[in-house]
């Protein structure tokens, strides 16, 4: 058991600009959730997949994110055209039936 | 809708006692337990099902009263590891998870 994997660990970009991140998750685990976070609160929903199907987005989320898992294993996030409030910890987490979801170290995101 | 935490933060000595709770608005399937250090991932404790269970490792338990949608995590006889930010984690309808604000507890020696 690896644990879960995100890449990379730190992003700094210029506004407008789009990034990309990834995920692999524990291999085990079938599906793969993506948050948000900032300095100061809990980790915010942001989707998650079952296997290869996205099964739930949140309301909050602009149409400039988009994520995807195209085999079921591993996830990329891509933020189209970067604004300052995107700027953020995003982490991945990985579980599976009523087992516990597990975090990895998460990407952070600096936007200039 | 978020579960409010508390208290806000806490300070303890070693050895002292705390109790953290969440309290949700909604009805709860499970309630997930997180201690996160600064600068690292969420790390899991424990998980909670309905059913008012009672779980605990070491010096660490939880309870979970699902009537009245409200979890409480207890440490005892705390150490200086335990020092970090505690999150819990709701699931009502899905599968994804609501965290509360956060809970910043520091142990002294």
């Known amino acids: 058991d690896t644990g879960v994997s995100q890449d990379p660990r730190h992003k700094i970009t210029k506004r407008g600009q789009n990034v990309t991140f990834r995920c692999d998750p524990i291999?085990?685990?079938?599906?793969l959730y993506w948050y948000r976070q900032t300095l100061g609160q809990g980790p915010e929903f942001l989707t998650y997949?079952?296997?290869?199907?996205?099964?739930?987005k949140s309301r909050l989320l602009s149409d400039r994110f988009s994520a995807e898992r195209p085999k079921g294993s591993f996830s990329t996030l891509e933020i189209q055209r970067t604004e300052q409030g995107d700027s953020a910890m995003y982490l991945c987490?990985?579980?599976?039936?009523?087992?516990?979801?597990?975090f990895g170290d998460g990407t952070r995101l600096s936007i200039l | 809708q978020q579960p409010v935490q508390s208290p806000q933060a806490v300070i303890l000595r070693e050895g002292e006692d705390a109790v953290i709770n969440c309290s949700s608005s909604?009805?709860?399937?499970?309630v997930h337990w997180y201690r996160q250090k600064h600068g690292e991932a969420p790390i899991f404790l424990m998980i909670?099902?309905?059913?008012?269970e009672q779980k605990g490792h070491d010096k660490i338990s939880a309870s979970f009263n699902e009537k009245k949608q409200q979890s409480s995590l207890y440490l005892t006889a705390s150490q200086l590891s335990y020092s970090g930010t505690y999150f819990c984690?709701?699931?009502?309808?899905?599968?994804?998870?609501?965290f509360g604000a956060g809970t910043i507890l520091r142990v002294k020696s």
């Open positions: 984690g709701t699931e009502g309808d899905g599968n994804k998870l609501v």
């Open positions: 997949f079952q296997n290869e199907a996205q099964l739930e």
């Open positions: 291999s085990e685990h079938n599906r």
């Open positions: 909670l099902l309905k059913g008012g």
């Open positions: 987490a990985s579980g599976s039936g009523n087992q516990p979801q597990h």
């Open positions: 909604k009805a709860l399937y499970s």
